[in-house]
């Protein structure tokens, strides 16, 4: 399974893909707040959502993983 990580330590603000959805490289896949500023999270290779392993307003640590494909 692929997955997509935290490359920081911030709140989750918005979900952009449902579990099941397909995602394209480069794919803004989640967007997290920190200090004040939006930071998309993209999809570094392409796959179907299996699992969305955060909520909005989940605090997420560098390295946790927000979504996992196939």
């Known amino acids: 399974m692929k997955q997509v990580q935290s490359t920081m330590a911030g709140t989750v603000f918005n979900i952009i893909v449902q579990e099941g959805e397909e995602v394209t490289v480069g794919q803004t896949v ?6 004040k500023m939006e930071i998309p999270v993209e999809a570094e290779t392409a796959g179907k959502i299996v699992k969305v392993n ?13 979504v996992t494909f196939e």
């Open 54 to 66: 955060a909520q909005i307003g989940d605090f997420v640590n560098e390295g946790d993983v927000l």
């Open 30 to 35: 989640m967007i997290l707040e920190s200090m």
